[in-house]
T-cell receptor
Framework: DADVTQTPRNRITKTGKRIMLECSQT?????MYWYRQDPGLGLRLIYY???????NKGEISDGYSVSRQAQAKFSLSLESAIPNQTALYFC???????????????FGPGTRLTVL | SQQGEEDPQALSIQEGENATMNCSYK?????LQWYRQNSGRGLVHLIL?????REKHSGRLRVTLDTSKKSSSLLITASRAADTASYFC??????????????FGKGTLLTVNP
């Protein structure tokens, strides 16, 4: 089984709808991240969490919210979806290095979201 | 804003040739990582090089880091069609206190023709 799973894998929704993307991991990592990927723009960080009680905004958090329900679960919500949120969304996890630097990130398979 | 920028944006080579991709970044880093992404799939970690390292190898991959020029290169030797993918560099940055996060570049699309 995959270490980092995302549901759903594909979703088509309409403008104004609320949608939740879910991420689960079995790697036992404390750190979890949500990114979006748009053609030609690479990956941009939406939110990240370094433990269950820690939530931090990334560079493009407007229009999104997150919930860290447990160490293994990190959900991303779009309260009122708009067409420019159409993108590929990735969840990732990492361990915390003793030195404090960023360790390898392990990515889920992605969720392709289309907002009409 | 993007911390790392890959160059070239796209690279097309023949099987068996070597492929070199470059990454430039703007601020001091603790480490630099390279990731690979097959079309529409999740990213897969390839190699991590720390700021006090200058070169690192992993199989057919060779990564160099020049902190004075704030640049890194990824060399794939004896390329195969299966190496066709996008390659991203990622740098970590101190977001305050003891928190660190990665910033990804826009990627280089490598096509290896059979």
């Amino acid at each position: 089984d995959a270490d980092v799973t995302q549901t759903p894998r594909n979703r088509i929704t309409k403008t104004g709808k609320r949608i939740m993307l879910e991420c689960s991991q079995t790697k036992g990592h404390d750190r979890m991240y949500w990114y979006r990927q748009d053609p030609g723009l690479g990956l941009r960080l939406i939110y990240y969490s370094f433990d269950v009680k820690d939530i931090n905004k990334g560079e493009i958090s407007d229009g999104y919210s997150v919930s860290r329900q447990a160490q293994a679960k990190f959900s991303l919500s779009l309260e009122s979806a708009i067409p420019n949120q159409t993108a590929l969304y990735f969840c990732a996890t990492s361990a915390e290095r003793v030195s404090g630097s960023t360790d390898t990130q392990y990515f889920g398979p992605g969720t392709r979201l289309t907002v009409l | 804003s993007q911390q790392g920028e890959e160059d070239p944006q796209a690279l097309s080579i023949q099987e068996g040739e070597n492929a070199t991709m470059n990454c430039s970044y703007k601020t001091s880093i603790n480490n630099l990582q390279w990731y690979r992404q097959n079309s529409g799939r999740g990213l897969v970690h390839l190699i991590l090089i720390r700021s006090n390292e200058r070169e690192k190898h992993s199989g057919r991959l060779r990564v160099t880091l020049d902190t004075s020029k704030k640049s890194s290169s990824l060399l794939i030797t004896a390329s195969r069609a299966a190496d066709t993918a996008s390659y991203f560099c990622a740098t970590d940055s101190n977001s305050g206190g003891s928190n660190y996060k990665l910033t990804f570049g826009k990627g280089t699309l490598l096509t290896v023709n059979p």
